[in-house]
T-cell receptor
Framework: DAGITQSPRHKVTETGTPVTLRCHQTENHRYMYWYRQDPGHGLRLIHYSYGVKDTDKGEVSDGYSVSRSKTEDFLLTLESATSSQTSVYFC???????????????FGPGTRLTVL | DQQVKQNSPSLSVQEGRISILNCDYTNSMFDYFLWYKKYPAEGPTFLISISSIKDKNEDGRFTVFLNKSAKHLSLHIVPSQPGDSAVYFCAARMYSGGGADGLTFGKGTHLIIQP
């Protein structure tokens, strides 16, 4: 198993509070991703990172920010949580993808977030 | 607008028989397709992938077929085993040139293998 941990694994919070989810990897992979999984939607990309301090937006980035100050850590922050952000959040890592090969992404175990 | 569609939310197959999971896509810019398997309370795990320049890729019991003209792919599992019971996600990537592949996922198909 790829060395990816997510913390916390479960969190219940209230609307309007800030929340930070952490993804930590021991694989030294350059690329990291945050997805959310919701019933009826599959997984959707929130933000991704292609190196320390280099991040970009995904399909559903509104209401989320990310930071990557070290190769091994990728943080996802909900500045002011809303009930629509109740979801399961997955972090993923990968090696370099090229035109000739889509490198598989390795996923963490997920964080279940409930916003009341 | 769903660019990757898995129209069967669930599929029940008898142990030992073939399981066929289907996936359709709309964006002709997708150049790689991947299948992931997910157990409850775990992250997805990679199964098999196929480039858009190929029509078949095989790995043990798993084979993925791609019909580019129909924008359709399928995952075949032969023979189906109880441990194959899981949710299967079809995913597609559009090469962006930056080295990172943000994937577009379907909604998933829950495969149930019956004894």
């Amino acid at each position: 198993d790829a060395g990816i941990t997510q913390s916390p694994r479960h969190k219940v919070t209230e609307t309007g509070t800030p929340v930070t989810l952490r993804c930590h990897q021991t694989e030294n992979h350059r690329y990291m991703y945050w997805y959310r999984q919701d019933p009826g939607h599959g997984l959707r990309l929130i933000h991704y990172s292609y190196g320390v301090k280099d991040t970009d937006k995904g399909e559903v980035s509104d209401g989320y920010s990310v930071s990557r100050s070290k190769t091994e850590d990728f943080l996802l922050t909900l500045e002011s949580a809303t009930s629509s952000q109740t979801s399961v959040y997955f972090c993923a890592i990968s090696e370099l993808a090229t035109r000739l090969a889509a490198n598989e992404q390795f996923f963490g175990p997920g964080t279940r977030l409930t916003v009341l | 607008d769903q660019q990757v569609k898995q129209n069967s939310p669930s599929l029940s197959v008898q142990e030992g028989r073939i399981s066929i999971l289907n996936c359709d896509y709309t964006n002709s810019m997708f150049d790689y397709f991947l299948w992931y398997k997910k157990y409850p309370a775990e992250g997805p795990t990679f199964l098999i992938s196929i480039s858009s320049i190929k029509d078949k890729n095989e790995d043990g019991r798993f084979t993925v077929f791609l019909n580019k003209s129909a924008k359709h792919l399928s995952l075949h599992i032969v023979p189906s085993q109880p441990g194959d019971s899981a949710v299967y996600f079809c995913a597609a990537r559009m090469y962006s040139g930056g080295g990172a592949d943000g994937l577009t996922f379907g909604k998933g198909t829950h495969l149930i293998i019956q004894p």
